[in-house]
């Protein structure tokens, strides 16, 4: 955007030179920061008879109206900052009101308590500047961010303090190492989808309260309380970011061990399948190998893989059994029925909390049964005792972030670059996922399913919020609810929407 503002107003070349000189300007700023600043201040201008109605603070005849001094706008700041009003708390929660024309109304009213006439005074037009380019700001991240309830209230308790530290120091709109726009990255980081779900959730947030609270009683017009909260709140967040890295490593083993509980249930019910199809079978039968047989074989493949000696083992009952029935059919009379398989029969009936005399009668039902077929006598025939329900963990939903596909699209046409791209993204990426109602949320790459290859990503509190498969996420980029993340922190992904609003003719993107 600079560059191209520099190059339309045919000042590249001395901007340029200007940034390559050793020093800053008289007001610590380098020439490209300057010219920013020239240009996002024109571009208000520019925009402004858009953006306000005839009763808006700026559309009042000026006449012998005379601009607030910046003591005065500092004090009326000030009593906001203390007590915010009704009407400004409620723009910060709603969406759609103008936070810019808000603070500007509560700013000529709060006049009032210093004295001052309102109908005698004006904005001044610098501070004005200030007000919408913060108000803006505001806006944007309120609407892009995954910021609700709790969070949205505290991160709005920082308007009218940002706008004091905009009319103080011009800086902060240009220079990345502000102390005021790194605050404002830090608690924004922490607050964004931060739902008080978890205890580190909620300590997180508590020390957001208290920052914000210590922020907002004590910032006065000296800046260096930004330094100072800043440099405590770093410190908090890399022990924070510690107890991060255990969530994401649970996170990962809970997934690894869903999927492999899947691929398991996958096995038991098609070893299942294969054999009965659509064979009718004797109910006690039926019974035994849909539930205690079929729930021994997924703990079995769970515990031992796939060529596992229990594997074997349950896989030669099953045919077993399945024989002794076809015998019973033919009508052999006098077997011992089920009597080879007794150990086995009884590990399976333990599987399911079965034990002792428990197993002997299900087993005791189980011959029974053969015994009545064999002698074509079906009153013989015995059910099941009664078993505990044994119920393993539900498998792994499939999940995309929030986003719903919908019926209307087809989810096999997608980009095969943009799934080959995702295939060989490295761990610890970070992508942004964009929900139906445009607000974002990064999300970082925590681990690849060796299994079926799904990627798991975690939020920035290390927890498990999408897990979907490369053609998945491709789908996703086409719908425009994936993207690549630019790390540039909350303040700097609102200023490029501030720009955005603003220079609608250079139609920026993002």
């Given at each position: 955007f600079a560059d191209r503002w520099a190059a339309s107003r045919g000042r590249m070349q001395s901007a340029q030179a200007a940034q390559d000189r050793a020093g800053d300007g008289a007001d610590g700023m380098s020439g490209n920061q300057g010219m920013l600043l020239e240009a996002l201040h024109e571009l208000l201008q520019q925009t402004r008879h858009v953006r306000e109605d005839a009763t808006s603070a700026a559309s009042v005849a000026v006449g012998q109206q005379r601009p607030l001094s910046q003591r005065e706008m500092m004090s009326v700041l000030s009593l906001l900052q203390a007590t915010p009003s009704a009407t400004l708390r409620a723009a910060i929660g709603e969406d759609g009101e103008s936070l810019a024309q808000r603070l500007k109304s509560e700013v000529l009213s709060g006049a009032t308590r210093l004295g001052v006439d309102p109908a005698q005074a004006r904005l001044d037009p610098q501070d004005e500047d200030a007000i919408d380019l913060?108000?803006?700001?505001?806006?944007?991240?309120?609407?892009?961010?995954?910021?609700?309830?709790?969070?949205?209230?505290?991160?709005?308790?920082?308007?009218?303090?940002?706008?004091?530290?905009?009319?103080?120091?011009?800086?902060?709109?240009?220079?990345?190492?502000?102390?005021?726009r790194k605050l404002l990255n830090s608690l924004a980081e922490a607050c964004e989808g931060n739902t008080g779900e978890s205890q580190a959730e909620r300590v997180l947030m508590?020390?957001?309260?208290?920052?914000?609270?210590?922020?907002?009683?004590?910032?006065?017009?000296n800046l260096a309380i930004f330094l100072t909260l800043e440099e405590e709140f770093r410190d908090f967040l890399a022990q924070h970011r510690r107890r991060i890295?255990?969530?994401?490593?649970?996170?990962?083993?809970?997934?690894?061990?869903?999927?492999?509980?899947e691929v398991a249930r996958s096995r038991a019910a098609s070893e299942l399948d294969w054999r009965i199809a659509d064979t009718t079978l004797p109910q006690a039968i039926g019974e035994f190998l849909r539930q205690p047989w079929q729930h021994h074989l997924t703990l079995a493949v769970l515990r031992e893989g796939d060529d596992g000696a229990s594997v074997s083992?349950?896989?030669?009952?099953?045919?077993?059994?399945?024989?002794?029935?076809?015998?019973?059919?033919?009508?052999?009379?006098?077997?011992?029925?089920?009597?080879?398989?007794?150990?086995?029969?009884?590990?399976?009936?333990?599987?399911?909390?079965?034990?002792?005399?428990?197993?002997?009668?299900?087993i005791d039902s189980l011959h029974d049964t053969l015994q009545s077929i064999a002698e074509s006598r079906p009153e013989l025939e015995r059910a099941l005792p009664?078993?505990?329900?044994?119920?393993?963990?539900?498998?792994?939903?499939?999940?995309?972030?929030?986003?719903?596909?919908?019926?209307?699209?087809?989810?096999?046409?997608?980009?095969?670059?943009?799934?080959?791209?995702?295939?060989?993204?490295?761990?610890?990426?970070?992508?942004?996922?964009?929900?139906k109602d445009g607000k974002v949320q990064a999300g970082k790459l925590s681990w690849v399913s060796p299994i079926s290859q799904r990627l798991l990503f975690v939020n920035r509190r290390g927890v498990r919020f999408c897990v979907a498969s490369p053609e998945e996420l491709a789908v996703m980029v086409r719908l425009g609810r994936l993207r690549a993340h630019i790390d540039d922190g909350a303040f700097d992904s609102a200023m490029q929407g501030v720009i955005d609003r603003l220079d609608t003719k250079g139609a920026t993107v993002h």
């Open positions: 913060v108000g803006m700001l505001f806006d944007v991240m309120l609407d892009e961010r995954d910021l609700e309830g709790r969070s949205r209230e505290l991160i709005g308790r920082l308007v009218v303090p940002f706008v004091k530290v905009a009319m103080l120091d011009r800086r902060m709109f240009v220079q990345k190492t502000h102390p005021a508590g020390k957001v309260e208290e920052i914000i609270e210590r922020l907002v009683a004590e910032f006065n017009e890295e255990i969530a994401e490593r649970r996170a990962a083993e809970t997934q690894r061990g869903q999927e492999k509980l083992e349950a896989l030669a009952l099953a045919d077993g059994v399945l024989e002794e029935v076809a015998e019973a059919r033919r009508h052999v009379v006098g077997k011992p029925w089920l009597q080879a398989w007794h150990p086995v029969l009884r590990k399976v009936f333990a599987s399911v909390g079965v034990h002792a005399d428990g197993a002997t009668a299900a009664e078993l505990p329900q044994v119920v393993l963990p539900a498998p792994p939903a499939a999940d995309s972030a929030g986003v719903e596909l919908g019926g209307k699209v087809d989810v096999t046409d997608f980009d095969n670059a943009d799934a080959d791209r995702f295939r060989g993204l490295e761990i610890g990426s970070w992508l942004d996922f964009v929900d």
